[in-house]
């Protein structure tokens, strides 16, 4: 039976320049950091240490797929979990976050839709009992 998600793979065209935006304009942490063989690094981050699941930043080297990083058809990639929507809302903008919306009401709550430095789609959201 599976009991949960450990991992979620966001597609980038540079780790180091992934793991800046992650840290430097999301706030996450590193989880995990290491070289398992020359040109394979593997490079996870989370909201913060005892987050569950974690993001592994994956590089994508063939040209044709990293023309395709950020083209996703879904409406996002990864949905973030907040307590407050608009601090958080306000505090990325101020890092220089692009976002799609302003907080709004969604299904379940309020939700602003952003991408990351490549154009992946991904979610703040605040469920209506926070």
Request: hydrophobic content about 35%; aromatic content about 10%; charged content about 30%.
């Amino acid at each position: 039976m599976i009991i949960k998600s450990s991992q979620v793979s966001i597609p980038v065209k540079d780790l180091d320049e992934a793991k800046e935006f992650y840290t430097g304009k999301l706030g996450f942490v590193v989880r995990t950091e290491m070289e398992f063989s020359p040109g394979w690094r593997y490079l996870t981050v989370a909201p913060s240490e005892k987050s569950e699941t974690v993001l592994e930043l994956q590089k994508v080297n063939d040209p044709e797929r990293q023309k395709r990083i950020g083209k996703s058809p879904v409406m996002a990639l990864v949905m973030f979990e907040t307590d407050d929507i608009e601090k958080d809302y306000q505090v990325m903008k101020k890092r220089g976050v692009s976002f799609m919306n302003a907080p709004r009401e969604v299904p379940g709550g309020k939700g602003a839709a952003f991408v990351d430095l490549y154009g992946n789609k991904l979610d703040l959201y605040q469920p209506m009992d926070h």
